[in-house]
C-alpha cells in the first residue's frame, strides 16, 4: 500500500484513483462499506483521510478520542485491500477552505480523483458546508463520480465510533469487534518500563496509548501479533490496562505478556487485539498475592483464547 501524505507534486502511479473519503476511526463496518463502494475494475483503491484528526486541530485540550492512531489505522487499510492511502495532512488552513476549492484543489488537481464515495452524513470544506449533494455537483462539474453510501445499522441501530467507544469503555471488546467487523487493536512500538515483569515471572511488552480513548481499565485476554523482526507472528497472551494502583502510579499504561514467548521486542512494532475482559484493575497485599492472581488470569486468557 503506498502512502501519500501530499495532495501535491504527486506522479502518474499516485493519481487517479477511485477513493473513499472520512476519517475512519476505527475502520468499522460502516467505514468498510464505504470503502468496499469506492472498488472499480481497472482503477486503484483509494482512502482519502486526515492525519491529525480534524477534532485534534479544533479542540486538542479535548480528552483523547481516538480508537486508532495512524499507524493502527495504515495496518488495517492494507489488510482490506486498500491500495493508495492519502492521509492528508489536516491543518486550519485546509479546513478554511471553502467546498468547490477543497473539490478543485485537493481532488482534482491534487489527486486526480476519477471517482469518490462518502457516507451519508459525510460533510466538507470551510465551516462543514459541504454536503454530499455539493460533492455531486461539483463532481459533475469537475469530472469526477460520486457515489453517497447509507449507514450500515446494527441490531442497536447504526454502526459507529461512538457506539464502539462506549462499548470498549464498558468493557464489551466482543461488542465492540462486531460493530468493527475485527478485533479492536492498540498498534504501535514497545517501549522501555520499569522492567517489574520480568522480576515476577511474567515479562511484558510496554506500548504508549497517549491520544487514544481508553478501554475499561482492567487486564484483557488478548491476540498478540508482532509485525516485523525474525519473532514476526502470532501470538496469545494477557495485557493490563491501567495505572498499576499496585506501585502508586496514576499514568495510564498497556502491558502485554505474550504466552510460550522468549525474546527482546525493544522498538519492534506489536499490534494488540482486545478479546475479551477479564477484570478490573486491583491492588494487592503483596506481590505472592498478584502474583497468584496474575497466574490465574493467565490460566483463564489461555482458555479462553484456545477457543478462539
Given amino acids: 500500500m503506498q502512502i501519500v501524505t501530499s495532495w501535491t507534486g504527486l506522479d502518474d502511479t499516485q493519481r487517479g484513483a477511485s477513493a473513499a473519503m472520512g476519517n ?74 471553502p467546498p468547490e476549492a477543497f473539490a478543485r484543489e485537493v481532488l482534482v488537481e491534487g489527486l486526480g480523483i476519477k471517482h469518490v464515495v462518502v457516507g451519508s452524513d459525510f460533510r466538507f470544506g470551510k465551516a462543514r458546508a459541504g454536503t454530499t449533494e455539493m460533492l455531486a455537483d461539483l463532481g459533475q462539474e469537475m469530472g469526477f463520480a460520486v457515489s453517497v453510501q447509507s449507514l450500515i445499522g446494527g441490531e442497536d441501530g447504526a454502526i459507529s465510533s461512538t457506539a464502539i467507544r462506549t462499548a470498549l469503555a464498558e468493557g464489551r471488546p466482543r461488542d465492540a469487534a462486531e460493530m468493527l467487523g475485527h478485533y479492536h487493536r492498540i498498534d504501535g512500538a514497545v ?51 491501567g495505572v498499576r494502583p499496585m506501585f502508586g502510579e496514576n499514568t495510564p499504561n498497556f502491558e502485554v505478556h505474550l504466552f510460550d514467548f522468549a525474546g527482546d521486542l525493544y522498538d519492534q512494532h506489536l499490534s494488540v487485539a482486545l478479546v475479551e475482559y477479564l477484570r478490573p484493575e486491583m491492588k494487592f497485599d503483596g506481590l505472592p498475592a498478584l502474583i497468584d492472581q496474575m497466574d490465574h488470569d493467565s490460566q483463564r486468557a489461555r482458555a479462553i483464547l484456545a477457543r478462539e
Fill in 24 to 97: 475512519f476511526d476505527g475502520v468499522h463496518l460502516g467505514h468498510q462499506a464505504v470503502i468496499d463502494g469506492a472498488r472499480r475494475p481497472g482503477l486503484p483503491l483509494g482512502v482519502i483521510t486526515f492525519e491529525p484528526h480534524p477534532r485534534e486541530v479544533f479542540a486538542p485540550d479535548a480528552p483523547p478520542f481516538r480508537l486508532m492512531n495512524a499507524e493502527s489505522r495504515r495496518n488495517r487499510l492494507e489488510k482490506i485491500g486498500v491500495d493508495i492511502l492519502y492521509e492528508l495532512p489536516f491543518s486550519l488552513e485546509l479546513a478554511a477552505l
Fill in 191 to 241: 517501549v522501555h518500563g520499569e522492567k517489574r515483569g520480568r522480576a515476577l515471572g511474567y515479562p511484558t511488552a510496554n506500548m504508549a496509548v497517549d491520544r487514544l480513548h481508553l478501554p475499561k481499565l482492567g487486564v484483557y485476554a488478548v491476540k498478540v501479533a508482532i509485525l516485523g523482526g525474525p519473532q514476526r507472528g502470532f501470538y496469545d497472551g494477557v495485557a493490563s490496562l
